[in-house]
């Protein structure tokens, strides 16, 4: 992607904010790389989707040696956060999909757009 298609992308961006009736951006521009459109989102005060689960290899793994690393993931767009503790602060829906898990794997998982505190770190 070239710097005049995020050139565009930003002000499609800010139209759509500025307007309030758009929740998404629809871009009209090929080859737009999914990252850069998911952070414009967040940038611009988008709702950000989060993807809460529970690492069984880091469980096993902590049994074994004793370790006590964190065993739940936060994922965003854009980002993992790892913790012992999370707090949701809006609604939220488990999700079991055993025939289409996330790349990580996982199965069973929870999905908010309300913030999230793990660790004391807000995640909005």
């Known amino acids: 992607?070239?710097?005049?298609?995020?050139?565009f992308i930003k002000r499609m961006a800010n139209i759509a904010?500025?307007?309030g009736k758009m929740k998404t951006i629809t871009l009209q521009v090929e080859d737009v790389d999914q990252v850069?459109?998911?952070?414009l989102k967040d940038a611009y005060g988008f709702v950000v989707k989060k993807?809460?689960?529970i690492n069984m290899h880091i469980i096993r793994k902590n049994?074994?040696?004793?370790?006590?690393?964190?065993?739940?993931?936060?994922?965003?767009?854009?980002s993992?956060?790892?913790?012992?503790?999370?707090?949701?602060?809006?609604?939220s829906t488990?999700?079991?999909?055993?025939?289409?898990?996330l790349s990580c794997g996982a199965r069973v998982w929870i999905e908010t757009e309300a913030p999230v505190v793990v660790d004391d770190k807000i995640i909005s």
């Open 1 to 7: 992607m070239d710097w005049m298609d995020f050139k």
């Open 17 to 19: 904010r500025q307007d």
């Open 36 to 39: 850069i459109v998911d952070e």
């Open 51 to 53: 993807r809460i689960h």
């Open 63 to 78: 049994k074994k040696t004793g370790e006590r690393n964190p065993v739940i993931t936060c994922k965003t767009s854009k």
């Open 80 to 91: 993992n956060t790892y913790g012992h503790s999370v707090s949701i602060e809006g609604p």
């Open 94 to 101: 488990v999700i079991y999909s055993p025939d289409k898990p």
